[in-house]
């Protein structure tokens, strides 16, 4: 049975997001509208998220920096393409220290802008490229509707930023963040298979060359872009002029990359798996992956409960992040209660017969209830959990997979299209214009997600124009 403070899905998706955020202590609204406070778990899963990706991104050669918050309008307005796509979007400071400012500053929706003029000043030569650099850092985008995690005025993000020597570099760059860092994160670590593709030309990035994303299916049948990167061309390079001399003492423009992923990740976790009991989280994300409470009645029972679990706990040799909830002014059922709302995966009870028998209970998150329950030998403890662990997180994959591949229909004309994305993901042979997008968005609020690198190969009919094809592009109603 679902909670009584949490909606179930079925009756009201969107309520159901709102509660679950709300009652396992995610996030809270703010003072400012549209702008949210993360809260100690909310914060500490991103913390997770940030962790994974940073050694990643590191990994991949890339050394962070920080850049300033602030923007001069004059250099948002640089590049036509990139200021007309944010224009809406953007906070301008117009007063500084109670008078005027000479020139208005745009809060950072995004960095093209002012990195670009840093990389000016820092690339002379071909000796220096490429340079790789992230930075982890919060924006501002003035939403109109927003949603915790989803969608917020202010929000955290790492941005990548790159300058490469040719165009085929700078290509090889934007596709090994989007396969080796962004697609692997999501499903090594969230469990939350991607689709991975490029985004067509009215849905890429303002002023990129090309856009490439990751899409990923919420419970109910909407895609969320998880994360995007784009090869920006030439661009911004003659925009903010950087340039480089070449090995044959010639001048030419650097080629661009941008990239980057948000604390939408965690609102993308939250969707994907979590159900009408509360949070669901992957284990290798989960801030406390297991909580152990002791039960007891007396002191008696008491001490020996709690000496038993300090000796099994340290047993572990800290292999896993766990919480021992000795709150003596709580229930065992209250503290089962919270715990699983805040979606611990694992859960372990001891008790005084489970002292004289050597066991505990164990029970995993994903499998609320008596299913997923069973008792184990203390001895083989610390070993059964990380099995059940690494079993967690491979079931939470599968069957997010199963749930997306069970919603994604391969369709053949424009009505089985727009059936299809009334509850998942339509298939569908493309060779359409922006302009037919456009129809297809106002009619049947859908766009397209991807032109998936997996292409079939094999020739049908435009859904839009009856034109033969090879291509298929992914449609979806969209977060």
């Known amino acids: 049975m679902p909670k009584d403070n949490i909606t179930p899905r079925g009756d009201n998706y969107s309520q159901w997001y709102l509660d679950i955020v709300s009652q396992a202590d995610l996030a809270e609204s703010s003072e400012v509208r549209g702008c949210m406070v993360i809260k100690p778990l909310g914060y ?6 940030q962790s994974g990706l940073d050694r990643r991104i590191k990994a991949t050669g890339h050394s962070n920096a920080y850049f300033p918050l602030f923007i001069p309008m004059s250099l948002l307005q640089r590049e036509a393409q990139h200021v007309e796509g944010f224009a809406p979007e953007v906070a301008v400071v117009t007063h500084g220290g109670g008078e005027p400012l000479a020139e208005p500053l745009a809060v950072r929706p995004t960095s093209e802008a002012i990195i670009g003029c840093s990389f000016a000043k820092w690339v002379h030569s071909w000796r220096d490229l490429p340079l790789l650099i992230n930075q982890w850092a919060n924006v501002v985008r003035w939403e109109m509707r927003t949603r915790p995690f989803l969608r917020t005025t202010e929000f955290l993000w790492q941005e990548g930023h790159t300058a490469h020597a040719t165009e085929a570099e700078a290509e090889e760059e934007t596709l090994k963040i989007l396969n080796e860092v962004y697609a692997d994160f999501s499903e090594r670590e ?11 030309d009215r849905e890429k990035f303002a002023g990129a060359l090309r856009t490439y994303a990751i899409e990923a299916m919420m419970q109910d049948g909407r895609a969320l872009q998880a994360g995007t990167s784009h090869n920006l061309g030439q661009n911004f390079a003659r925009a903010f ?9 010639l001048e030419e423009y650097a ?3 941008s990239w980057g992923v948000s604390t939408r990740l965690v609102g993308a976790l939250i969707m994907a798996h979590s159900d009408d009991e509360g949070l669901v989280c992957p284990p290798r994300l989960a801030p406390i992956q297991v909580v152990v409470v002791p039960i007891y009645k ?18 572990w040799g800290g292999r896993f992040r766990v919480k021992v909830d000795d709150r003596d002014q709580m229930t065992p059922g209250f ?9 611990v995966p694992v859960r372990v009870e001891v008790g005084p017969r489970d002292v004289a028998k050597g066991t505990a209970a164990v029970a995993r998150r994903d499998k609320p209830g008596r299913e997923g329950k069973q008792f184990v030998g203390q001895d083989v403890l610390a070993d059964h959990i990380a099995a059940l662990l690494e079993e967690i997180h491979n079931s ?4 997010a997979v199963r749930f997306r591949d069970d919603h994604t229909v391969d369709v053949a004309d424009y009505g089985e299209l727009v059936e299809a994305v009334k509850t998942g993901f339509a298939r569908a042979p493309w060779a359409g214009t922006g302009a037919d997008e456009e129809r297809i968005q106002n009619e049947t609020k859908a766009t397209i997600r991807v032109i998936p690198f997996d292409q079939p190969g094999k020739a049908g009919r435009c859904v839009a124009t009856g034109a033969e094809t090879d291509q298929v592009a992914i449609f979806g109603r969209s977060y």
């Not at 500490?44 to 998220?49: M, Y």
């Not at 939470?396 to 069957?399: A, I, T, V």
């Open 44 to 49: 500490a899963i991103w913390e997770n998220i």
């Open 190 to 200: 969230m469990a939350v298979p991607v689709l991975r593709g490029r985004k067509t």
């Open 241 to 249: 002029g950087i340039k480089y001399q070449t090995v044959d003492n």
């Open 255 to 257: 080629w661009t990359t």
């Open 298 to 315: 007396g002191e008696a029972e008491r001490a020996t409960v709690l000496e038993a679990v300090d000796r099994v706990v340290a047993s």
């Open 335 to 343: 503290k089962f209660n919270e715990w699983e709302v805040k979606g």
């Open 396 to 399: 939470m994959f599968e069957r």
